[in-house]
């Protein structure tokens, strides 16, 4: 708790996730926000999906021990790899930040767009299927 106030929990690899704290503090200026850059472990889109898990769940942890309220993970490898781990563990909300494919290919006049990943990211092989799923959707 800061100030008596529980805080929203905020990490990244490293200091790309400051946006996202910075977006969060726009939208709820009266929420306590906890930053955690763990750039002594950056990057994460080399690491292994089992080195990105359990760095995602240490700083997970220190966060609730901190009082966060809820975890938003501002990395999408730490998002890709671990939401679905930390979400099954523990019992507040845990928001993550994906590319938004859906809504880029939707307005795309020529249906067509681009998508910067780590290779860890895309080594996992989901968004190559969120990819071509686009493609039939709109029918490429």
């Known amino acids: ?8 929990g905020v990490f990244d690899s490293g200091l790309g996730g400051m946006s996202v704290a910075a977006a969060i503090r726009r939208r709820l ?3 306590a926000i906890v930053y955690v850059a763990d750039s002594g472990f950056a990057p994460y889109g080399e690491k292994t999906d089992a080195f990105i898990k359990a760095r995602s769940r240490t700083l997970a942890h220190w966060l609730i021990r901190h009082g966060a309220k809820a975890l938003v993970i501002a990395c999408n490898t730490a998002t890709t790899h671990a939401i679905a781990q930390l979400r099954g563990e523990f019992d507040i909300p845990v928001i ?18 681009g998508l910067l990943a780590t290779a860890a990211v895309f080594g996992l092989g989901r968004r190559r299927r969120a990819l071509a799923r686009r493609r039939r959707l709109l029918g490429g």
């Open 1 to 8: 708790m800061f100030n008596g106030i529980a805080p929203i």
């Open 96 to 113: 993550g930040v994906e590319p938004g494919i859906k809504p880029a290919a939707q307005s795309s006049a020529a249906k067509v767009v």
């Open 29 to 31: 200026p009266n929420e």
